[in-house]
């Protein structure tokens, strides 16, 4: 099912682009994306986000080196806990072709592999399994920046490739549903810093199980004694990794002068069927959050939005989206997420 991704292969694919950009103009194009479905083999590429290092894959909506349309607007959709890329990025096409834009776009959803046996506890059908020289994270540690390479460090790489292979981009918007708003949400506050010309970048976290608190106050009371790991990494600041290369105030700083959006389901709340509850972070860490997806969304915007009230910075908006659970197919489609994935 995979594309050759061997280095010959890469490198005539590289060959082409060079060509078709060497003169500096792109031929016309309509802005529907090339590919629509995941299920095309078309749709599946990867790169390296170091020379020594592994293969990052991902689904793109515009094939490198070989589709020539100039998008000015990127949205790279990150897959939820099984590791459903192939729906992601489903919904994020469908999303924008429902929008209708007249602006070409690119729709690009990464894969976070994982090796077996560990993987069929994360996996999804129609995902291909990781190949020998893939970077590789378990089910849990690619949300919180982990790995051997981090994967705030691969999502770093992965906007400099879209930069570098679509130089006509203006905006990228960086939006995680689920676990994939858990990676998004921390990795806000390390992202590598903006580069001379390089696109605005946003971000839109999507109904995430837990969240990134930068002090110690909670929506329901508890104390350190009886929650230690409560503000303990990945829940707040305290024994950062060395491997995140900043420190907390560094990090909350990062994370105040971000553009960042808050969306989560109206549904995503209980136990009832279509808010998966059974995957729902509930240690007691998580659960001093709020008991459920929406409560802990609600309760940490409301948080943040106060203290940017009291620095005299605008609020971010918060998109509670009527008559959805725990779906990314529906909250990313819903008419109310599309000013914040697709501005």
Known sequence: ?????????????LAVWLVLTAGGAFAQTKPRPSCTEAASDACYTAFRPRIDGGWLHYYSSLR?????????????????????ANRTFNAATRALQAAGTQE?????APVFQVA?????????????????????????????????????????????????????????????????AQLVQR????AAPPQPGAPRVRYVVASPG????????RPVATTQAACPRQNRWKYSTEKLPDTLGRNAEEARQAYAAADVHYLVGALDTGDAPGTHYPSLDRSCAANAQG?????????????????????????????????????VACVFTSPAARSALLP
């Not at 991704?5 to 694919?13: D, K, P």
């Not at 089910?139 to 705030?152: I, K, T």
């Not at 990795?187 to 390390?190: A, D, L, P, R």
């Not at 837990?210 to 106050?217: E, I, R, V």
């Open 210 to 217: 837990s969240w990134l608190y930068f002090d110690a106050a």
């Open 187 to 190: 990795y806000i506050g390390f």
């Open 116 to 180: 077996e046996p560990g993987a069929a506890r994360c996996q999804t059908k129609g995902v291909p399994g990781p190949q020998a020289d893939d970077l590789l994270w378990t089910c849990a540690s690619w949300m919180a920046g982990g790995g051997a390479f981090s994967s705030f460090a691969a999502l770093d790489a992965l906007v400099t490739e879209l930069r570098q292979r679509w130089p006509s981009l203006q905006t990228v918007t960086i939006a995680g549903f689920s676990a994939g």
């Open 104 to 108: 070409p776009s690119l729709i690009v």
């Open 64 to 84: 490198p080196g070989v589709d020539t349309a100039r998008p000015t607007t990127a949205l790279i959709a990150i897959h939820g806990h099984p590791r459903d």
């Open 291 to 327: 008991p459920y997806r929406l409560e802990r969304a609600l309760a940490y915007a409301a948080a943040d939005n106060q203290q940017r009230l009291a620095a005299n910075q605008p609020t971010r908006e918060v998109t509670v989206v009527p008559s959805c659970a725990h779906d």
């Open 1 to 13: 099912m995979l594309l050759p991704r061997t280095r010959q292969a890469l490198q005539a694919s």
